[in-house]
């Protein structure tokens, strides 16, 4: 039944009578920015800091996986520099269902010469070819080309199909030594775990031929800018952190990153999700931030843990929220 805004009113200030560490909120990347900062002003104002977002969710494994190579969780591949790079390296991504504006740069890299290598278990048509409005003449025809490689790994096996690229290019000698001596740390370690994994390991864990490993290597070490784009299909596994390091680690090994035309590239769904941790929409919020929303709401803010979008599910199952 239509009920006034004077009840709307009663009912959500009832609601929010709660005790803070039973107080929730969930933000979608439906939802606005300034919604979202609202929420989370009131919020924690009331002295909560249960504030799950999408996030958490879906390219949590990628921001996690990021910082712990790079110190950044976001991508840092601009759309100027993604029309830089001659190599595209899309994983894990139905990218004509879900991210169809970048389908157009895509046929505009083929068209200029480029490659897109596509890794995905599933041999989606959209990613053979593709007919977008944006080329209206090739739209009535049988589309754009995309994938000029295509590998159909077994799911969940990524880490593993990296690993087997990362040994191409070691034996192929297209490690970019020059560039990890002068800008990383650690990899030899990485190279003496590609060493001593063995060829029948990998191809046995991913399901795909030597051959394809080494062909997806050749492409990369030809090219003279690369992007490794991906989606949910790496970040939604038990192991999706250990799928976004393989990734920047195969970046790095061959030399793609920090510089225009080539990095990483976590294809987000929305604008909005990623400025949510920038603003503070976040249960794992920063010193820095924290101090920044003390000032802006003149109040001390609670230090307690907060529930991402996982634990809120569960302490709602077990009863532990009550709005």
């Known amino acids: 039944e239509p009920i006034g805004w004077d009840e709307v009113l009663d009912l959500a200030e ?12 969930y933000s979608s990347g439906r939802s606005s920015n300034e919604a979202a900062y609202l929420l989370q002003l009131l919020l ?9 977002d999408c996030s958490d969710l879906c390219h949590a494994p990628s921001t996690v996986g990021l910082k712990q190579v790079f110190g950044s969780g976001t991508s840092m591949v601009s759309l100027e520099s993604l029309r830089q790079a ?7 991504s139905n990218a004509p269902a879900n991210h169809p504006r970048l389908m157009n740069e ?20 959209g990613l053979l070819t593709f007919g977008s409005p944006a080329f209206p003449l090739r739209s009535l025809l049988p589309g754009s080309p995309i994938a000029s490689l295509f590998l159909q790994p077994i799911p ?43 060829w029948e390991a990998i ?12 062909e997806a290597a050749r492409v990369i070490a030809a090219g003279s800018g690369v ?20 990734i920047a680690n195969t970046a790095l090994l061959s030399g793609n990153a920090g510089r225009p ?25 920063r010193d820095d931030m924290r101090q920044a929303l003390e000032q802006l709401l003149g109040q001390f803010l609670s230090r307690a843990p907060g529930y991402d979008a996982r634990a809120l599910i569960e302490a709602a199952e077990a009863g532990g929220v009550e709005t």
């Open 14 to 25: 009832q609601a929010f009578r709660c005790p803070p560490e039973r107080l929730a909120s």
């Open 44 to 52: 924690r104002a009331m002295g909560s800091n249960n504030l799950a």
């Open 86 to 92: 001659d190599v595209v390296v899309l994983v894990g």
């Open 106 to 125: 895509l046929i505009r890299l083929r068209e200029r010469g480029g490659a897109v290598i596509v890794i995905n278990p599933v041999r989606e048509v």
């Open 156 to 198: 969940g096996s990524d880490t593993a199909v990296f690993l087997g690229i990362q040994k191409a290019l070691l034996e192929a000698g297209a490690i970019a030594t020059d560039f990890l001596r002068e800008h990383t740390e650690g990899f030899e370690a990485v190279l003496d775990h590609v060493r001593n994994t063995s």
């Open 203 to 214: 191809v046995a864990t991913c399901g795909l031929p030597r051959l394809e490993l080494e």
């Open 227 to 246: 992007v490794f784009a991906w989606a949910m299909g790496i970040t939604h596994h038990t192991n999706g952190v250990d799928n976004v390091r393989a």
């Open 261 to 285: 035309g080539a990095g990483t590239m976590p294809i987000r769904g929305h604008s909005n999700v990623q400025g949510f941790g920038s603003m503070g929409v976040t249960a794992r919020l």
